[in-house]
């Protein structure tokens, strides 16, 4: 299972995401225990592997820390640095649910694609 993230408006940094199965998890894995986490240099497109998973429901949240500080550093409670989400789900007023970047796992090697994006 792996990602391909496009759209990084720099090669500073690095890429931080998360796999999780929970809902409860997303987009924050720190709540989900069994959650895949993955850490890789920034460039123009990148690619994030998190092996293989069993068979199920997943979402992904990616962050572009430039910084490289391992979090998202914000400004006036909006993100200064990129994220992403599987399914390219919308943002709107707050990350997107869990329902809106879930895709199935059905247990062949599968390859998602989500583009950063950035408010600043």
Do not use: W
Not at 61 to 89: C, Q, T
């Amino acid at each position: 299972m792996s990602v391909v993230v496009t759209g990084l408006r720099n090669a500073k940094g690095q890429v931080l995401a998360c796999l999780t199965a929970q809902p409860k998890g997303f987009p924050d894995c720190r709540k989900d225990p069994a959650a895949r986490n993955a850490v890789v240099p920034a460039g123009t497109e990148v690619r994030i592997n998190f092996g293989a998973v069993p068979a199920g429901r997943y979402a992904i949240s990616m962050i572009h820390d430039e910084n490289a500080n391992r979090k998202m550093d914000m400004a006036l409670m909006m993100p200064k640095e990129g994220y992403g989400f599987s399914r390219d789900a919308p943002v709107r007023m707050g990350p997107p649910k869990f329902d809106k970047a879930a895709f199935e796992v059905s247990g062949v090697a599968i390859e998602q694609k989500a583009r950063m994006r950035y408010l600043f």
